[in-house]
T-cell receptor, first 115, second 115 residues
Framework: KAGVTQTPRYLIKTRGQQVTLSCSPI?????VSWYQQTPGQGLQFLFE???????NKGNFPGRFSGRQFSNSRSEMNVSTLELGDSALYLC??????????????FGPGTRLLVL | AQKVTQAQTEISVVEKEDVTLDCVYE???????LFWYKQPPSGELVFLIR??????QNEISGRYSWNFQKSTSSFNFTITASQVVDSAVYFC????????????FGAGTRLFVKA
């Protein structure tokens, strides 16, 4: 079974631009979560999508948004990029049954550099 | 509120030494899950283990073992006879029902295994 895939793997943008990152979950997984990883803040939860609906949200500004398609693929968008948005963005998929026992499987991440 | 503390920022050992990574958590839920993930230099988080709050049995998988103690809210991870390939950042994580099954990660422990 193929793992979680994320595209692109690397991205360089300038302040003020916007960016869209893509994540394809493991086949059969219906939940997709996004995390931001930075040296200073560690791994922080952005949001989770299940059946095309945002089911949970972390504490990030509205510049960070996401969506999920009917095939469970997900995209996240960051508008008006700031230098502090430079980070590794990780996507994780899980079955999505909603139980707390969910195990998340992570993709390789998209490394975003904002200049 | 849930919280995960990994007090050890970095650990350096020589190959074949045993090493224990500490994880202390806080939660008000009676039902929760604990996880350990490994993040090698490539960036992808690799799932290692999941343990639920009702199962305090220790687990051993090859050179890896985990000690879960609810009395001290700890879920420690031991690598026996460490190898250079064990060099990575290790994350402990907690998932609880309160807050909608968000997974909270500790800050991570960077393990260096020298040949």
């Amino acid at each position: 079974k193929a793992g979680v895939t994320q595209t692109p793997r690397y991205l360089i943008k300038t302040r003020g631009q916007q960016v869209t990152l893509s994540c394809s979950p493991i086949s059969g997984h219906r939940s997709v979560s996004w995390y931001q990883q930075t040296p200073g803040q560690g791994l922080q939860f952005l949001f989770e999508y299940f059946s095309e609906t945002q089911r949970n949200k972390g504490n990030f500004p509205g510049r960070f948004s996401g969506r999920q398609f009917s095939n469970s693929r997900s995209e996240m968008n960051v508008s008006t990029l700031e230098l502090g948005d430079s980070a590794l963005y990780l996507c994780a998929s899980s079955l999505g049954t909603g139980g707390v026992q969910e195990t998340q499987y992570f993709g390789p991440g998209t490394r975003l550099l904002v200049l | 509120a849930q919280k995960v503390t990994q007090a050890q920022t970095e650990i350096s050992v020589v190959e074949k030494e045993d090493v224990t990574l500490d994880c202390v958590y806080e939660t008000r839920d009676t039902t929760y899950y604990l996880f350990w993930y490994k993040q090698p230099p490539s960036g992808e988080l690799v799932f290692l283990i999941r343990r639920n709050s009702f199962d305090e049995q220790n687990e051993i998988s090859g050179r890896y073992s985990w000690n879960f103690q609810k009395s001290t809210s700890s879920f420690n991870f031991t690598i026996t006879a460490s190898q250079v390939v064990d060099s990575a950042v290790y994350f402990c994580a907690l998932s609880e029902r309160t807050g909608g099954f968000k997974t909270i990660f500790g800050a991570g422990t960077r393990l260096f295994v020298k040949a």
